[in-house]
Each structure stands twice: as C-alpha cells, then as structure tokens.
C-alpha cells in the first residue's frame, strides 16, 4: 500500500460546481497536511495548509482533516474554469522533513 | 506565502554536459530545501534533502555524484546534473521551508524544465 492514495482523475466539472477532492494515507504520525494547485509546466503553488485534524476555510477553498479515517479533503465552492490544474495532496510527520505527494488530481472546469 | 525563486526555468543541453540549477528563498531563509523530479503526469519524486552547510541526503537510487547539490547559504541551493543524458530530462522542483514560519508548509519553485539533446 502507497503512503499517499489519491485518485488521478481527471475530473471534469461545469463551472459554478463544488467540486471534492480527496487522499487517504496510511501513516498515522501524518500531522501536517497540505494542498498543492499545479498548472501545467509549473511548480506547485500552496493552497492549503492545516495542522492535525479539523477544517480549514479560505475563500471558496475548504480543507477537512479527518486523522481518524485518515483522510483528508479539498473542497472548492463555485468553481471557475481558472480552477483548472492538478491538485496535489501532501503530508509529512515531522516539522522540517520531505512532503510524501499524492499524484495529484487533474480537474476541467469547463464554462 | 513565502517566495521561492528557481532559475533557470528552461534549458536544453547536449548529452555530456553539466547544468546548474538554482533554487533561491527570496524572503525567507531556509535551513532545508528539497529537490524533486516530476514526470510527465505523475507525482513529484523526492530525489534529496540539502541542509544548510551540511551533506544532501539522498533518496534510494539516486545517484549523489551524477546530481551535485550545493546548500551553501541559507538562501540558496544549487542542483547540478553532470554528464547528463537525455534519460535526465525531466522537470525538476525545488521546494523550500522557512525557519520561522510554519511548522510544515513548504513554498516551491517555479520548477526547471530540463531538455538533454
């Protein structure tokens, strides 16, 4: 079992929709947790950042912890077609080490 | 968010040469700074760990004399691919943690487009 499962997609949307995106892990000393938003032919730019388990919201962005399930969530509210890119999940146990990617999932707004 | 420069953005190169690239943390500084290899639709590969002053640590078969990383300041990171080979080109990403933010976010550069002709 990988780390870090997240499901590819791609994922095709019409703008206006919520759309989830989600990883689940297997390393329970996961803390934190972060989502990344990569256009094509760029570095990945942070979306999202939280810290052990709960919600975070920013914007039409929400993030959602779940360390019981381990698994985490992403969810964007109206989405836009510049919503269009792939999503990253990523995760480490300890302040100061590597991130452990999800492969990312690639979502089309289409408008 | 914190401001991770990487140079150059793209490069073609022949087979045999070496190419430098950089990695800056423009507002902060960075006591570690990772180096990853993305390939075409799939995730990022960590390839090493540079620490400031200190050794990179390499990740499982990567070879640490083929790509050359530098951590000399607390600002800057080079990654040098020697001898490269058309099997290095790839797209390859620098990622940055800041001393005195966060406990775990991680900024990114811009990202190196490597072409070995």
């Known amino acids: 079992q990988k780390e870090v499962e997240q499901d590819p997609g791609p994922l095709s949307v019409p703008e206006g929709a919520i759309v989830s995106l989600n990883c689940t892990y297997s390393?329970?000393?996961?803390?934190?947790f972060m989502w990344y938003r990569q256009y094509s032919r760029k570095g990945p730019e942070l979306l999202m950042y939280?810290?052990?388990?709960g919600n975070k919201e920013d914007g039409r962005f929400t993030a959602q912890v779940d360390k019981s399930s381990k698994y985490i969530s992403l969810f964007i509210r109206d989405s836009q077609p510049s919503d269009s890119a792939t999503y990253l999940c990523?995760?480490?146990?300890?302040?100061?080490?590597?991130?452990?990617f999800g492969k990312g999932t690639t979502l089309s707004v289409s408008s | 968010g914190a401001v991770v420069s990487q140079h150059p953005s793209r490069v073609i190169c022949k087979s045999g040469t070496s190419v430098k690239i950089e990695c800056r943390s423009l507002?902060?500084?960075?006591?570690?700074m990772f180096w990853y290899r993305q390939f075409p639709k799939k995730s990022l590969m960590l390839m090493a760990t540079?620490?400031?002053?200190?050794?990179?640590?390499?990740e499982q078969g990567v070879e640490k004399d083929k790509f050359l990383i530098n951590h000399a300041s607390l600002t800057l990171s080079t990654l040098t691919v020697t001898s490269a080979h058309p099997e290095d080109s790839s797209f390859y990403i620098c990622?940055?943690?800041?001393?005195?933010?966060?406990?775990?976010?991680?900024?990114f550069g811009q990202g190196t487009r490597l072409t070995v002709v």
């Open positions: 990622s940055a943690r800041a001393v005195d933010r966060g406990q775990g976010e991680a900024f």
């Open positions: 507002d902060f500084q960075a006591t570690t």
């Open positions: 540079s620490n400031e002053g200190s050794k990179a640590t390499y």
């Open positions: 390393n329970s000393a996961f803390q934190y």
């Open positions: 990523a995760m480490t146990n300890q302040a100061g080490t590597a991130l452990i």
């Open positions: 939280t810290y052990s388990s």
